[in-house]
């Protein structure tokens, strides 16, 4: 009996073994391929603290395949096409002009993580909102005699949407070869659906990530944000705008955004007909390639670009300039000073200043901060005013924890907003959301400053003033003389006196 109950017993660790190897592998999946930190380390927590159904759930929902199989047919989509062979001598990034060589070191930097070298020889053209980018992008469709690709994350079924339906139904009726491909939860903002329209217009498209099972569902993985539009491989145009009505602000949309676009000429529409491609081939297995798709591009400007762009941000606030030295960040009179400001100008008009009180401020309180400054704000829109806004955390955060989820709307009244960062949440600049875009685009200029850095925030400096509204977490001071607010680009610091 001995031999039997210890082979039971080596038995009964096999499961225990198996699933320690299943889990030490997975979680060294987890750190290989999570870019994210706090992804990372949320994902290896669940799988040891629920080893099998942790494994199996990052297998089905934390496994980027997307990106992956992009890659792998990435070689089959372009093979064919002109672009290929320049593509296998075009690894260096063009040389930048003589007066930006102070961007060499960026231009390095996004060498490595945009894996595209930045090409010479383009040019560029912003186009601000619908109102600008939507004539232009529709003349290039009716100008196409060859092809016309078009990505976009949002298609709305509203006048905007209309506008480009009957645009890429007169290509197909000339008999250029038109593919559309739309997010599959972009599709769904508007009904009816576009893409039952396009069909039934006789448009080819697509909708990206589009799947019945469930482990692949839209909430579940990587969406498409990218907007591009090419027109015969020639033309291209790219940046933040999706197709629908809000874009166009002189139509007074109920819900407007304002946002920027780039027309672009020259060997870089080659990258973006390129990622294109790669975006179709993945959706709907089709090589696109040849002449029409890539026709050969020759220098048309002297702009050096690349395509991979992920974020744009205003960095300017305003026309008027005036430099900062260290030391004028110093001084009895400086109530808030950064070294780490966006914007660039100079204010001397505002008295009203809406602060967070340092003695009540609760960050679990932080959704009825916000409903407190909403109604301050309310009160500033009623009566013409602007004004300066300091808090504690990310302005705009989704997450209560790292700041206060006021909306844009709530603050619409801020041209100054102080961000003071969080003891236990050390946070960079809330850049990168549509809340953050609002500010930059009305020119509001953002300090950041450290709660222990050596500028600081001294709210005891404000002078005399009226206190106009007070509550448990808020309060509006007008002061008896107007604040001077002065943000330098070049140097990123800011001073308010």
Known sequence: MEPLTSLIEALGTIPVVLTVLLSVITSAHVVLYKRDSRAAVGWVGLVWLAPVVGSALYALLGINRIRRQAAEQRAQSLLGSAEFPRLLTSTKSAPLPADVQQLHTLAELVDRVAGRPLTGGNAVAPLLDGDESFPRMIEAI??????????????????????????????????????????????????????????????????????????????????????????????????????????????????????????????????????????????????????????????????????GIVQLKTMSGGTATESLGRDELEGANVIAASESCLGNGVRSDLEDVVFLKPEAFDRHQTRTIAAELDAVNRGLLDEGRSAVFIGFGRWGTTDDRYGVPVRWGQISSAQVIVEITLPDAPLNLSQGTHFFHHLLSQKVLYLSVEHDGATGVHLDRLGAGETVWEGRYVRHLRLDRPLDVVVDGASRRGVIR
């Open 142 to 307: 009716d100008a196409a005699q060859r092809t016309v690709a078009l990505s976009t994350y949002i298609f709305d079924s509203d006048y905007a949407g209309g506008l480009f339906v009957d645009a890429l139904q007169r290509a197909v009726r000339r008999g250029v070869a038109v593919r559309v491909l739309i997010d599959t939860v972009g599709a769904r903002y508007s009904r009816p659906y576009i893409v039952k329209e396009l069909k039934h217009r006789g448009v080819p498209c697509a909708r990206f990530g589009r799947t019945l099972l469930p482990w692949r569902m839209p909430y579940m993985n990587l969406r498409n944000h990218r907007k591009i539009l090419i027109a015969d491989g020639r033309v291209g145009f790219t940046g933040g705008i999706n197709i629908r009505e809000g874009h166009l602000l002189d139509r007074s949309p109920p819900s407007p955004v304002q946002d920027l676009h780039f027309q672009v000429e020259g060997p870089v529409v080659g990258q973006l007909m390129r990622t294109f491609a790669e975006d179709w081939a993945y959706t709907t297995h089709e090589q696109l390639g040849g002449e029409d798709w890539f026709p050969a591009l020759e220098p048309v400007g002297g702009v050096p670009v690349r395509f």
